[in-house]
Nanobody, 124 residues
Framework: QVQLVESGGGLVQTGGSLRLSCAASGRTFNNRAMGWFRQAPGREREFVAAIMWGGLRTSFADSVKGRFTISRDNAKNTVYLQMNSLKPEDTAVYYC?????????????????WGQGTQVTVSS
């Protein structure tokens, strides 16, 4: 059974920071890129960031470049999303996902397993 469990969401003021974690079960993590997506009320789920299996390459949505970083600890089967300088428009449910391969990809159909999501709310 593949399981991805996100944590670290919460309520933060504009300009604040949060770090999201995504813990993957067992061999779920091996040789796969990982990504973060988000979905705000009334909007489609959108790409936020992704990291390749070895961690040498990352990709970010333009809206979060320079503010968010993504990292992974393969020994712990965990991927992280560090979010700094948060804005109200970052408010959304954030989802962790496993890519179908080891390369960085940015579209939803390139991911095969998803976590349940964690709420991030940024107050103005």
């Amino acid at each position: 059974q593949v399981q991805l469990v996100e944590s670290g969401g919460g309520l933060v003021q504009t300009g604040g920071s949060l770090r999201l974690s995504c813990a993957a079960s067992g061999r779920t993590f091996n040789n796969r890129a990982m990504g973060w997506f988000r979905q705000a009320p009334g909007r489609e789920r959108e790409f936020v960031a992704a990291i390749m299996w070895g961690g040498l390459r990352t990709s970010f949505a333009d809206s979060v470049k320079g503010r968010f970083t993504i990292s992974r600890d393969n020994a712990k089967n965990t991927v992280y999303l560090q979010m700094n300088s948060l804005k109200p428009e970052d408010t959304a449910v954030y989802y962790c996902a496993r890519a179908r391969g080891l390369a960085v990809v940015t579209t939803l159909d390139q991911y095969d397993y998803w976590g349940q999501g964690t709420q991030v709310t940024v107050s103005s």
